[in-house]
């Protein structure tokens, strides 16, 4: 991924067309669950798009398991009952009209920066040592769905420290609201990957370091960007 260019909101603008346009396929019967996908060139020439922004569409339907890309053999459309289909392919336009996502990602930044806040203050050894070992669970090579796992994973390892437990719950809670956009964001944002390791790897340092203030600092500023990406993705579209 360090070696690709910055996809810009124009790219975005046309993978979520390819989207819509397979999606459209789907839902109107043309390609029933079960079905193979026509090979790329053939499908990219009917729907009138690059055969990048096709890869981008399939590759953003396969994480969400609208589609499944069978090496060697080719893509179908999974087993879903229609109206699952219908519900995980609206996630897009779900991104961009709907203003209660920004708003769930402002609260989390608040209580997840008290909460690593908190973690700062209150972290132990072995408490240290498990979220570093967490780090190491990912790479540099690491696919974007394996990625945000590890994502979930080391948020939810921080609140947990913070010893609130209602708080966690709540933390917990607004996180499932907010998979959807992460994953669309490290599909359509070159250098995602190096950059949430980076900024997890800096917000650990923190935390092992007991500096609280540094610790609230790091979490504030690395979901505010998933939030001010969300907003620049919205505007665009």
């Known amino acids: 991924m360090s070696g690709s260019l910055p996809r810009t909101m124009g790219d975005m603008a046309v993978t979520d067309e390819a989207i819509e346009k397979i999606k459209a396929m789907i839902v109107s019967g043309e390609l029933a669950p079960g079905d193979r996908l026509p090979p790329e060139k053939e499908l990219s020439e009917r729907l009138g798009l690059s055969r990048n922004s096709m890869r981008e569409a399939v590759k953003a339907l396969?994480?969400?398991?609208?589609?499944?890309?069978?090496?060697?053999?080719?893509?179908?459309?999974?087993?879903?009952?229609?109206?699952?289909?219908?519900?995980?392919?609206?996630?897009?336009?779900?991104?961009?009209?709907?203003?209660?996502?920004?708003?769930?990602?402002?609260?989390?930044?608040?209580?997840e920066a008290h909460a690593t806040g908190a973690a700062a203050q209150r972290a132990g050894d072995e408490d240290i040592a498990r979220i570093e070992a967490e780090l190491l669970t990912v790479d540099e090579d690491t696919d974007i769905?394996?990625?945000?796992?590890?994502?979930?994973?080391?948020?939810?390892?921080?609140?947990?420290?913070?010893?609130?437990?209602y708080l966690a719950s709540l933390v917990e809670s607004l996180t499932s609201h907010t998979v959807r956009a992460r994953v669309w964001r490290g599909l359509t944002e070159a250098g995602s990957v190096e950059r949430t390791l980076r900024e997890h790897a800096a917000i650990a340092e923190a935390i092992a370091t007991h500096d609280v203030e540094l610790a609230t600092s790091l979490a504030t500023a690395h979901v505010a960007g998933v939030e001010q990406w969300l907003r620049r993705a919205r505007s665009a579209s």
């Open 62 to 111: 396969e994480v969400i398991r609208v589609l499944d890309v069978r090496r060697g053999d080719g893509t179908y459309v999974t087993s879903l009952d229609p109206s699952l289909l219908l519900e995980a392919t609206s996630f897009v336009m779900d991104m961009h009209d709907d203003a209660s996502l920004l708003e769930i990602f402002q609260v989390r930044r608040i209580l």
């Open 145 to 165: 769905e394996t990625l945000v796992e590890h994502d979930l994973r080391f948020h939810g390892a921080i609140v947990a420290l913070g010893g609130n437990h």
